[in-house]
């Protein structure tokens, strides 16, 4: 099975717009349950993420390195936590963004003709070792 197509252009702000309200939720549920510094720990860490991956600049490095070393613990594990979850979250949006694109694919294919779309799944579903029969519309 062919893995579906990047989002096009006009599908990529869906998917930027989908982690922006996971990662803001995200926020939400770390502020109240971990509290506002580990809150404000991960977001400066972000921030300054964002800022060296966007510019490489020194400085947002170095402050990274500097607010890294200096986590204590219990500190290093909620923000390691903070960070794998966004990472789920984002994978997940992903795939909802794939998901997305393939059903929009698969209208393109039905407008196409009568049953063009289950002929593809059909196609799909041969090629994972499924007999093609018992999936096809005829």
Known sequence: MTPP????????PFLRDDIRRLGKILGEVIKECEGSAIYDIVETLRRAAVGFRRE????????????ILGLRDREVNCVA???????????IAEDRSQNRHQRLQDLG???AGPGAACS???SSW?????????????
């Open 120 to 122: 593809t799944r059909c």
């Open 81 to 91: 936590r903070a960070f794998t979850y966004f990472l789920q979250l984002s994978n």
């Open 109 to 111: 294919a039905a407008q």
């Open 126 to 138: 041969a090629t994972m070792g499924f007999p093609a029969r018992k999936y096809s519309a005829t």
């Open 5 to 12: 197509a990047a989002p096009t252009p006009e599908q990529a």
């Open 56 to 67: 490489g600049n020194a400085a947002d490095r170095e402050m990274l390195e500097r607010l």
